[in-house]
């Protein structure tokens, strides 16, 4: 049931960096802290520089940052927000980075300056699709939508270990790292308080942002396909070039600018990323023998190519789900 927010969630205000106005009602932005922004830089460049483009394209995080400037040039803003009653729920620690929590501050504080928001994680590339058909397409009644995580693909019945911990039965569970938002829709489900009420009684030793929303929604939520989240692993690489993803998100710890990424992540791909850093931060350590190329071993090539054999059926039957890229589905059908 929908209804009307408490007062004091509706007076939080974002902080845009002094020289961006909001152009569109709908925005792409890329969550980070400063540690990050270099390699958010790289899907935020590729997304600004599309032409005709008819959305925003931001980088957020908690705090306010300095732009580079061949970011401004490129007409790419910089918005801070946080929810201190969430924030204060939050179990922290020295290792968790307030913006993980973006997409949950900024549905928040960004209701009346956006419409629709895209929040995407920095370890992602763009590579091709438009994110503002994207954000107009129907989302199905719901103020959340985002893409299952890969550990429903091939089993969409799989109860996820969250929702084991929580007693609760199995839900269509997403991934965390590129969330739609609908502003309004935000605010009348009363999902900053909900985000908070979950965090404070059930979040600590379950997870992060993607265990809260999910424990949160519980299934509410329209699913997009997964070509606007495609999670590389190697159950899904060699399918990825036939594929054609938008958004290739490299989750794990092999990111595409380590030197672990080598013979795992396409030359391309860790080229994307080096160029950026080569480029606009000449200050950051540059992606290790960016441009040549690096074979797998003979044995984690067979052990991918039997994953994704093993796989192939269930996997077809997830992706023919999706008429196309931009039509959106109920994960519960």
């Not at 709908?26 to 483009?53: F, K």
């Amino acid at each position: 049931m929908r209804h009307d927010p408490p007062e004091d969630r509706m007076g939080l205000s974002p902080t845009f960096s002094p020289d961006f106005r909001p152009q569109s009602d709908l925005a792409v932005i890329v969550a980070c802290d400063a540690n990050y922004l270099p390699y958010a830089a790289t899907p935020a460049l590729a997304m600004a520089a599309q032409p005709g483009r008819e959305y925003d394209v931001l980088i957020g995080g908690p705090e306010p940052v300095e732009m580079p400037a061949p970011l401004r040039a490129a007409g790419i803003g910089h918005v801070a927000a946080r929810d201190e009653a969430l924030l204060d729920a939050l179990p922290l620690d020295a290792r968790r980075s307030l913006a993980t929590y973006m997409e949950l501050f900024l549905g928040n504080a960004l209701r009346g300056h956006y419409r629709r928001i895209l929040v995407i994680d920095a370890d992602i590339l763009y590579e091709r699709g438009d994110p503002a058909r994207l954000m107009r397409a129907d989302m199905l009644g719901h103020a959340v939508a985002a893409v299952r995580d890969n550990r429903q693909w091939r089993s969409p019945g799989r109860k996820v270990a969250e929702f084991q911990k929580l007693g609760e039965p199995a839900h269509p569970y997403f991934n965390a790292g590129v969330v739609m938002i609908d502003t309004e829709g935000f605010a009348a489900e009363d999902l900053p308080a909900r985000s908070e009420a979950f965090a404070r009684n059930h979040l600590a030793g379950l997870g992060r942002d993607q265990a809260l929303m999910n424990g949160m929604l519980k299934g509410d939520w329209a699913e997009i396909s997964p070509l606007w989240n495609w999670q590389f692993t190697n159950a899904s690489t060699h399918l990825t070039s036939m594929a054609d993803p938008c958004l290739i998100h490299f989750i794990g710890t092999r990111k595409p600018w380590l030197a672990s990424s080598q013979g795992i992540v396409p030359m391309r791909m860790r080229a994307a990323f080096g160029q950026v850093l080569r480029q606009h931060f000449p200050h950051v350590p540059p992606v290790p023998e960016a441009e040549r190329r690096h074979w797998p071993s003979p044995g984690a090539l067979r052990a991918a190519l039997f994953r994704q054999w093993r796989a192939a059926g269930a996997m077809m039957r997830y992706l023919n789900r999706f008429p196309d890229a931009y039509t959106l589905v109920d994960p519960r059908a």
